[in-house]
């Protein structure tokens, strides 16, 4: 079964490549680190499934099969890291989906329902229906915090997510670092990062979060981590881990 792999970080298609290999009815014909590529991958080596990211630098995973078509997309296994709004459309259209990072068991589940689809146990009308119910609910956008509430000793302070330069995990609260103050709030960074908008925060570290926009440059450590310092002169640490996702966001 001819298959495509796209995402715009590298170590992820990776990891999809090692986890193939165990599964020979499987072929990588190809791959594609944005949507441009994606599109025109699908259309000159019309393979039977492509992995998809989501969130990818100006064309979105989405937008790939709009382009594409959903009467001529191959067999679909979205892959993401965080969109929550997503998920909850996935679950309501049945359409399968890894969530990053995901483990050999769940790409199994997902193959053994994608070879379903390929061999057409699955009738090909019923696929195409899902895909357009789900493009209809993505096309309501997610709304994004604009305002955090952190409670103060005199009441709660409603702080302007624009404001705030970074976020750190505390335990189990939250620091909101802003130019005048910081403020503390109990919540998971896992969670607080599902809802504020991805093209202007981004995850640097485990726990660690960053607007983009206060981002001044960029060291190289002799570990393969990176040093990051703001506008105001913090640094911060960004791991491996998660260099190439915010290098494709600030090329974006």
Do not use: C
């Not at 379903?116 to 997610?142: F, V, Y």
Request: hydrophobic fraction near 40%; charged fraction near 35%.
């Amino acid at each position: 079964m001819r298959t495509i792999i796209v995402d715009d970080v590298e170590l992820a298609r990776e990891r999809v490549k090692i986890l193939l290999k165990g599964d020979e009815e499987f072929e990588i014909v190809g791959e594609a680190s944005n949507g441009r590529e994606a599109v025109e991958a699908i259309r000159t080596l019309k393979p039977d499934l492509v992995f998809l990211d989501i969130q990818m630098p100006k064309t979105s995973g989405f937008e790939v099969i709009e382009q594409i078509g959903v009467e001529n997309m191959p067999v679909v296994v979205f892959v993401t890291a965080f969109d929550e709004f997503a998920l909850k459309a996935f679950d309501a259209g049945a359409v399968d989906y890894l969530l990053k990072p995901f483990d050999e068991e769940r790409l199994k589940w997902a193959l053994t329902r994608a070879k379903r689809e390929i061999r057409r146990e699955i009738p090909a009308g019923e696929i195409e229906e899902k895909l357009r119910r789900l493009l209809a609910e993505i096309k309501h956008p997610p709304k994004y915090l604009k305002r955090i509430p952190a409670k103060q000793k005199d009441g709660t302070i409603l702080v302007p997510a624009e404001d705030i330069d970074w976020i750190a995990a505390a335990g189990h609260y939250l620091e909101l670092h802003t130019e005048k103050k910081t403020y503390l709030i109990r919540e998971k960074i896992s969670e607080i990062e599902m809802k504020l908008n991805p093209e202007n925060f981004v995850r640097i570290h485990r726990s660690t979060i960053i607007n983009l926009d206060r981002i001044k440059s960029l060291h190289p450590l002799f570990n393969g981590d990176y040093l990051i310092i703001l506008h105001d002169g913090t640094e911060l640490n960004l791991s491996r881990t998660h260099h190439e996702r915010l290098m494709s966001l600030l090329k974006s």
